[in-house]
């Protein structure tokens, strides 16, 4: 998905995870791809559930239900958003598996509203807010919150192993 004709920084990609509604920056994503067979990293945390090939790069892919706690979804489809990470001012592709990806939304920073702490299964740190449009909540995620540094350095590992065993 090209970033190009985005002027503003207040164009955000809506997906969805189960039932709820996610947001992540139009600026963090760098393509929204098809489910595809994935590669088993053995000894990886559970939320990690692969890598692939990415434009000659090894992405490992974070399935989003079990990094949020939520039930596993059993159905094979879904949609991959490889976003940039920015960890200690390094730059990290990863993917997020979610289930559907369903528009491209706007909205002001200032319209996002401080997140509830009640009913949710993961750290609400993930979360920068909730902006209600057209009566739907969506919860805007900080992405580069979603990993900690060592959850990172284990997907930059995984990257590399993988490379070093594929030369």
Not at 10 to 16: A, T
């Amino acid at each position: 998905m090209s970033k190009s004709g985005l002027e503003d920084k207040n164009h955000f990609i809506n997906f969805r995870l189960g039932n709820e509604n996610f947001a992540i920056s139009v600026f963090k994503v760098i393509e929204i791809i098809n489910n595809r067979p994935l590669t088993k990293v053995p000894n990886s945390s559970t939320f990690i559930k692969g890598v692939i090939n990415f434009r000659g790069e090894i992405v490992p892919i974070i399935d989003m239900h079990r990094r949020f706690n939520m039930n596993e979804k059993n159905d094979p489809e879904g949609m991959i958003i490889i976003v940039d990470i920015d960890s200690n001012n390094n730059s990290l592709h990863m993917g997020l598996l979610v289930d559907e990806v369903e528009d491209i939304i706007k909205f002001e920073y200032k319209d996002i509203r401080k997140s509830p702490e009640m009913g949710i299964n993961y750290d609400i740190n993930f979360v920068d807010g909730v902006v209600d449009i057209k009566s739907q909540f969506i919860m805007v995620l900080n992405v580069d919150k979603v990993l900690n540094k060592a959850e990172i350095a284990e997907g930059i590992t995984i990257a590399e192993a993988d490379l070093k065993n594929n030369v």
